[in-house]
T-cell receptor, first 113, second 113 residues
Framework: EAQVTQNPRYLITVTGKKLTVTCSQN?????MSWYRQDPGLGLRQIYY???????DKGDVPEGYKVSRKEKRNFPLILESPSPNQTSLYFC????????????FGPGTRLTVT | AQSVTQLDSHVSVSEGTPVLLRCNYS??????LFWYVQHPNKGLQLLLK??????LVKGINGFEAEFKKSETSFHLTKPSAHMSDAAEYFC???????????FGSGTRLQVQP
């Protein structure tokens, strides 16, 4: 089954404790991205990657890092989480030849206290 | 620049009555437009997409949307609401050459029995 998976699905952590949210897709997609969803703001892109070792900032990259060492994986790293990063995070992927359809993961709900 | 405005944050309808979720967009270039649905505690699912072909687009679960360039609108409709339609709906715009999707703030659809 074609899918995007994220782990963990739920995470409660404390300010300053480094964490990583993993994202993996099994569709051989070149393009992957991370979004955060906040009430009343829709989804906003954090980072994206056009292919292995190619990443770039989205609209709200501050406080986040990413890496793309393998095509299927695109982890999101919070080096020093803060309460304003409490949010619902979605990973998405699509084929580079199909800009019209992104596949979204199930979401990771992060709470930073 | 591109943007999306969903005109209603909440819409409540009775089961069996029509659904109208309103979306206006702004784009400097010819846009692609999408509607995504998010059921509680679930990821995002693509309902339908407009990519410069027919202006009336049919999607899954009986939903459709009409692209009206003169009104810069892409409203989502369904003739008869079902309880299972209760969810949050996002209008999304994408412009060729720009990598991110731009999401509206979402409309929560409530369906009353």
């Amino acid at each position: 089954e074609a899918q995007v998976t994220q782990n963990p699905r739920y995470l409660i952590t404390v300010t300053g404790k480094k964490l990583t949210v993993t994202c993996s897709q099994n569709m051989n997609h070149e393009y992957m991205s991370w979004y955060r969803q906040d009430p009343g703001l829709g989804l906003r892109q954090i980072y994206y990657s056009m292919n292995v070792e190619v990443t770039d900032k989205g609209d709200v990259p501050e406080g986040y890092k990413v890496s793309r060492k393998e095509k299927r994986n695109f982890p999101l790293i919070l080096e020093s989480p803060s309460p304003n990063q409490t949010s619902l995070y979605f990973c998405a992927s699509r084929a580079s030849g199909n800009p019209y359809e992104q596949y979204f993961g199930p979401g990771t709900r992060l709470t930073v206290t | 620049a591109q943007s999306v405005t969903q005109l209603d944050s909440h819409v409540s309808v009775s089961e069996g009555t029509p659904v109208l979720l309103r979306c206006n967009y702004s784009s400097s270039y010819s846009p692609s437009l999408f509607w995504y649905v998010q059921h509680p505690n679930k990821g995002l699912q693509l309902l339908l997409k407009y990519t410069s072909a027919a202006t009336l687009v049919k999607g899954i679960n009986g939903f459709e949307a009409e692209f009206k360039k003169s009104e810069t609108s892409f409203h989502l409709t369904k003739p008869s609401a079902h309880m299972s339609d209760a969810a949050e709906y996002f209008c999304v715009v994408s412009v060729t050459g720009r990598r991110a999707l731009t999401f509206g703030s979402g409309t929560r659809l409530q369906v009353q029995p």
